[in-house]
């Protein structure tokens, strides 16, 4: 009993709003490299992206939205986070095909080798943490899709979504070797707000 129409205009929104959050948390977490070259913001302009910047710019647009139009915003969240969790999944792949968000060097199986990978290091066995974030990302629309159709109540899908996705990137962290990630003490950027998300 959702508007279709406020549907496609807030997801829209909320897609903008995710990029801008994504674009923004990598701008701060590269800051030390834009104080040395405030240039650094153009050349970024097309690559380099942290989800967890996504999620949390395209929640609050979604919050925005919603509160202005008298829109109750745990129900709209709840029928959107399931497609942006299989949106993650895919997204993860594209990571894969690019080589970045590797993980750390192993000898042990499941490894990836890239050969031809302008981020990853060439021709060393690595933690497939793409394909790990994909899997999970995937699991986490399963699961989603599940309760959505258990606990009609708004609100709970959502907090799932949070729930499922903070401390699944909490522990996949760990495993990640590529560098440019920022990091607050022992935590990177993602872990930190995954604690309080």
């Excluded at 070259?37 to 942290?50: A, K, R």
């Excluded at 895919?90 to 750390?104: I, S």
């Excluded at 499941?110 to 021709?123: E, Q, W």
């Excluded at 609100?155 to 440019?180: C, T």
Aim: hydrophobic letters at 50%.
């Amino acid at each position: 009993n959702l508007d279709p129409e406020f549907t496609f205009s807030m997801a829209l929104k909320a897609l903008v709003g995710g990029f801008a959050g994504a674009k923004l948390l990598f701008w701060i977490c590269q800051f030390k490299e834009i104080l040395s070259d405030p240039w650094f913001i153009l050349y970024t302009l097309s690559d380099g992206f942290v989800v967890f910047g996504g999620i949390l710019g395209g929640v609050f647009t979604a919050w925005s939205v919603c509160r202005r139009a008298g829109k109750d915003f745990p129900a709209y969240l709840d029928l959107a986070l399931p497609s942006a969790a299989v949106g993650q999944g895919f997204g993860r792949l594209g990571c894969f095909l690019a080589g970045c968000c590797y993980g750390k060097e192993t000898s042990h199986f499941p490894y990836v080798i890239f050969h031809s990978s302008a981020f990853a290091p060439n021709g060393v066995k690595l933690i497939p943490t793409q394909l790990i974030f994909s899997l999970c990302d995937f699991v986490n629309a399963a699961v989603l899709i599940f309760f959505a159709n258990k606990s009609p109540k708004a609100g709970k899908v959502s907090a799932l979504y949070l729930i499922n996705y903070s401390i699944g990137r909490f522990i996949l962290e760990f495993l990640r070797g590529d560098p440019e990630r920022g990091f607050m003490g022992p935590f990177s950027t993602s872990q930190f707000l995954a604690v309080f998300t």
